[in-house]
């Protein structure tokens, strides 16, 4: 008998702490990756949500730029339905606000949209010049299920 009642209490705690795991909200993953291309610094920031959450993951990509040189970031899905830009924005330096064309970075937020394989390229460039030095950059990024977004692969370097 007294067996048994310790094996009832241990079947009765162990019930109880697996559900009180099971209530405990998972933290969202950070992911970052860091990177160089051609001297200048570049951040892919991954946070992917819960699989109860209903919010996609999503990425940010933070890259140097300075548009007062005429060169500007601008990007490319394929396919575009897989992924979604769902913020960009433009901030320069604290540090250099007042120095008359100082640089600062450029962010892109990325959103799934649906599972599959997907490819951001991202190109540095004078839209109006037509040179094969452009800087680019491709993302290969991996979206499952839940829409929780992963890096695959990043290829840095210019268009030659």
Known sequence: MNRFSFF???????????????SVP????????????????VEVTVLNTTAKSKEPSSCTVTLCANPT???????????????????????QDKKDERTVGAGGKQYYVFTPQKQ????AILTYSRPWEKTKLDQKIRIKFSIDRNRDIYVQDVILGTDK
């Open 8 to 22: 009832v209490g241990a079947v009765f705690l162990a019930a109880v702490v697996l559900m009180g795991c099971e």
């Open 26 to 41: 998972k933290k969202p993953a950070t992911v970052v990756y860091k990177y160089e291309n051609n001297g200048s610094p």
């Open 69 to 91: 040189t005429g060169y500007s970031w601008s990007y490319r899905l394929t396919p575009d339905k897989v992924l979604k830009v769902t913020d960009e924005k433009y901030v």
């Open 116 to 119: 599959g394989i997907a490819d």
